[in-house]
Antibody
Framework: EVQLVQSGAEVKKPGESLRISCKSS????????ISWVRQMPGKGLEWMGK????????NYSPSFQGLVTIATDKSITTAYLQWSSLRASDTAIYYC?????????????WGQGTLVTVSS | TVLTQSPGTLSLSPGERATLSCRAS???????LAWYQQKPGQAPRLLIY???SRATGIPDRFSGSGSGTDFTLTISRLEPEDFAVYYC?????????FGGGTKVEIK
């Protein structure tokens, strides 16, 4: 069974750093991109960027370039989304999702989401 | 490329037909246009990819059509579990933009 299991909810203060994770299982990890998607409270979906676990090549949305870092550790089939200095406006649910490297079919499997709350 | 979904909200009764629109500001390459369903408190679920191909396990009351800049998701007869928010997404090129969403609510 394909699963993407994300780390638990986080409560942080502005200026703090954070790394959340997305553990994949049940499929060939290096055959799929991993994307991260933001959903701010009561709002729609925003694609942040994606990573190829084969070589850690990343592709960011211009809206998120320089604000976050996407990384993977293919030895443990895990992807990460990290911030060096959080802002209150980073409060959102963050989803990871996979998409095919060779035959794109959209984001066909999703994690359950990680709620990040940034508040002083 | 900007994706514009309409209407913002669709109020319909179970059994009715739902027609959702997604318009792209530029032509979509290879028809790499997907549709997702999201229910409250849940992650999105892929319904349609390649503009018209149903994802695994998706009922055939869901269908996608269109090409170029104009795409449509049709739900032939609404079931109670279909009331949700629907998003279109451009994929395979960067950025992989989402539309703003259409909420299908019970009338």
């Amino acid at each position: 069974e394909v699963q993407l299991v994300q780390s638990g909810a986080e409560v942080k203060k502005p200026g703090e750093s954070l790394r959340i994770s997305c553990k994949s299982s049940g499929y060939g990890f290096t055959n799929y991109w991993i994307s991260w998607v933001r959903q701010m409270p009561g709002k729609g979906l925003e694609w942040m960027g994606k990573i190829d676990p084969t070589d850690s090549y990343t592709n960011y949305s211009p809206s998120f370039q320089g604000l976050v870092t996407i990384a993977t550790d293919k030895s443990i089939t895990t992807a990460y989304l990290q911030w060096s200095s959080l802002r209150a406006s980073d409060t959102a649910i963050y989803y990871c999702a996979r998409s095919g490297l060779v035959a794109p079919v959209g984001l066909d499997q999703w994690g359950q989401g990680t709620l990040v709350t940034v508040s002083s | 490329t900007v994706l514009t979904q309409s209407p913002g909200t669709l109020s319909l009764s179970p059994g009715e037909r739902a027609t959702l629109s997604c318009r792209a500001s530029q032509s979509v390459s290879n028809n790499y246009l997907a549709w997702y369903q999201q229910k409250p408190g849940q992650a999105p679920r892929l319904l349609i990819y390649g503009a018209s191909s149903r994802a695994t396990g998706i009922p055939d009351r869901f269908s996608g059509s269109g090409s170029g800049t104009d795409f449509t998701l049709t739900i032939s007869r609404l079931e109670p579990e279909d009331f949700a928010v629907y998003y279109c997404q451009l994929y395979g090129s960067s950025p992989e933009t989402f539309g703003g969403g259409t909420k299908v609510e019970i009338k």
